[in-house]
């Protein structure tokens, strides 16, 4: 079965530096996705990205994330100065079609800011 | 506005008994639903999918999930659970507008042996 692979599985940094969480996703899927779940609560959406811009966002993914697709086979975030409550694993995701396709994710990065 | 809930944060159940876990949702618009399982320490993994076709779905490892449009309720089931089940288990839905998942809070499913 393909895989979406995200890298590091596991990044501890200090509060105010920029991480950047990196993805490979399904080669022909055109939809990826950020979801993140902070430990204890339910895996949230962040943002959705399509032909190489954002195309929805939730309210958490403010002006300090951002998202690239760089060489066209890595998805990042980018999340500019971190705080503490960004602790959370953080899953991509990506599909073929928008709506009523299976999203493939991977195993996740958590995120620990100290 | 959609949402997602699902009753019960830990559900416990014995080797070999029926495993229910329950999901309704509050949508406007037809939704797409699916239920993920998550084993520790791993990604979210695609039990089974509904998008409008058969209202009752199989996926894999005899699970399988029922919609019903008048209770807005897609209850997953497993006639006998094996000690392998024990994992957090999401029910989530999408819709035509965004594609995004929104899910539940999750069930803790544990099986005693």
């Known amino acids: 079965e393909p895989e979406v692979t995200q890298t590091p599985s596991h990044q501890v940094t200090q509060m105010g530096q920029e991480v950047i969480l990196r993805c490979v996703p399904i080669?022909?899927?055109?939809?990826f996705y950020w979801y993140r779940q902070i430990l204890g609560q339910k895996v949230e959406f962040l943002v959705s990205?399509?032909?190489?811009?954002?195309?929805?966002k939730s309210e958490i993914f403010d002006d300090q994330f951002s998202v690239e697709r760089p060489d066209g086979s890595n998805f990042t975030l980018k999340i500019r100065s971190t705080k503490l409550e960004d602790s959370a694993m953080y899953f991509c995701?990506?599909?073929?079609?928008?709506?009523?396709?299976?999203?493939?994710f991977g195993q996740g990065t958590r995120l620990t800011v100290v | 506005a959609q949402s997602v809930t699902q009753l019960g944060s830990h559900v416990s159940v014995s080797e070999g008994a029926l495993v229910l876990l329950r999901c309704n949702y509050s949508?406007?618009?037809?939704?797409?639903l699916f239920w993920y399982v998550q084993y520790p320490n791993q990604g979210l993994q695609l039990l089974l999918k509904?998008?409008?076709?058969?209202?009752l779905v199989k996926g894999i490892n005899g699970f399988e999930a029922e919609f019903k449009k008048s209770e807005t309720s897609f209850h997953l089931t497993k006639p006998s659970a094996h000690m392998s089940d024990a994992a957090e288990y999401f029910c989530a839905v999408s819709f035509n507008q965004g594609g995004k998942l929104i899910f539940g809070q999750g069930t803790e499913l544990s099986v005693k042996p």
């Open positions: 080669s022909n899927h055109l939809y």
């Open positions: 995701a990506s599909s073929e079609a928008l709506s009523g396709q299976r999203a493939f």
């Open positions: 509904y998008t409008s076709a058969a209202t």
């Open positions: 990205f399509y032909n190489n811009e954002i195309s929805e």
């Open positions: 949508s406007s618009v037809p939704p797409y």
